[in-house]
């Protein structure tokens, strides 16, 4: 009697557990499924294989000229523009593949964008970038520490992260990010929002833009243009013994996410009502 009512009380207990462990499971399927959830992770990803893509090809650049190889640059605009096809693509329907904080900023300034789901969309794309370091450090950890034992942000720093040239000041910083970034910009609104390109196309559109931009503006500064490909990585290169010194140049980034503002603003106040007359 005793054993029987054991039996029945055990089984009882495993039917509860079984019973929560179900509810568990259903409750974060929900979660997954909602906009929100989906959103962040699209645009997580999607940062993710720009910064990924883009930071191994700057490594290989780095380490290769290093040891005396020639390594031509427009491989590592190329890479970019590659991580942008593929992220793009990859969540464009999902989350609208912003894949920037600035691009995010600056529409939601300009009313194309709800400012509720900035905060989520920034954190992120701040997120993927860390992720990508993470691998290419990883990836790369060896030649690093062959190259670079010091861990140098002026040598392989520069791996995740773009330093001004030493004849560049901080005002020739601010407007040459200033600049490289309203560019970007403008041809991103021009393809979404001008000539309204197909889905299917943009992706495409905005590898070119990526791989022309960079290569006009990179002798400066080093084109930034994505707060996430270059904050991102910055942080984690100063986590990971590159001490503070990645983050002596922030002109770049603010100069940079400051013009996102004033670009969008500029486009959607002045050449939209021109055009549209």
Same mark, same amino acid.
């Given at each position: 009697m005793s054993s029987s009512s054991t039996t029945e009380s055990n !089984?009882?207990?495993?039917?509860?557990?079984?019973?929560?462990?179900?509810? #568990?499971s259903r409750r974060v399927k929900v979660s997954l499924a909602s906009q929100t959830s989906k959103e962040f992770l699209a645009e997580m990803i999607g940062t993710f294989f720009i910064?990924? $893509? *883009?930071d191994a090809a700057t490594?290989?650049?780095? $380490?290769? /000229? !290093?040891? *005396?190889?020639r390594f031509d640059y427009m491989a590592v605009n190329f890479c970019f523009a590659t991580g942008v096809l593929i992220g793009v693509s990859a969540t464009i329907s999902v989350s609208g593949a912003h894949l920037n904080p600035a691009v995010t /900023?600056?529409?939601?300034?300009? *009313? %194309?964008?709800?400012?509720? %789901?900035?905060?989520?969309?920034? =954190?992120?794309?701040? #997120?993927? *970038?860390? $992720?990508?370091?993470? #691998? #290419? +450090? =990883?990836?790369?950890?060896?030649a690093i520490e062959h190259f670079d034992p010091s861990h140098q942000a002026n040598i392989t720093g520069e791996i995740f992260a773009t330093y001004p040239a030493r004849f560049v000041t901080i005002p020739g910083a601010f407007v040459d990010q200033m600049i490289g970034t309203s560019l970007l910009l403008f041809g991103i609104l021009a393809i979404s929002d001008g000539i309204k390109a197909p889905l299917k196309a943009q992706p495409a559109l905005f590898a070119v833009i990526i791989t022309g931009i960079p290569t006009a503006f990179n +002798?400066?500064?080093g084109a930034i $243009?994505?707060?996430a490909r270059d904050f991102a990585p910055r942080l984690f290169s100063a986590l990971v013994r590159y001490g503070w010194e990645p983050?002596?140049? =922030?002109?770049?980034i603010i100069g940079g996410q400051r013009n996102c503002w004033s670009t969008c603003w500029w486009y959607s106040r002045c050449l939209v009502i021109f055009i549209n007359n």
């Open positions: !089984q009882q207990s495993a039917k509860t557990i079984l019973s929560r462990s179900n509810e #568990v910064v990924v $893509l *883009g490594a290989a650049y780095k $380490l290769r /000229t !290093q040891q *005396g190889d /900023t600056a529409m939601a300034a300009i *009313g %194309k964008f709800k400012w509720s %789901k900035v905060w989520y969309y920034l =954190l992120a794309q701040y #997120v993927g *970038g860390i $992720l990508a370091s993470a #691998v #290419v +450090y =990883l990836d790369h950890f060896e +002798y400066n500064c $243009l994505n707060p983050f002596q140049p =922030l002109v770049d």
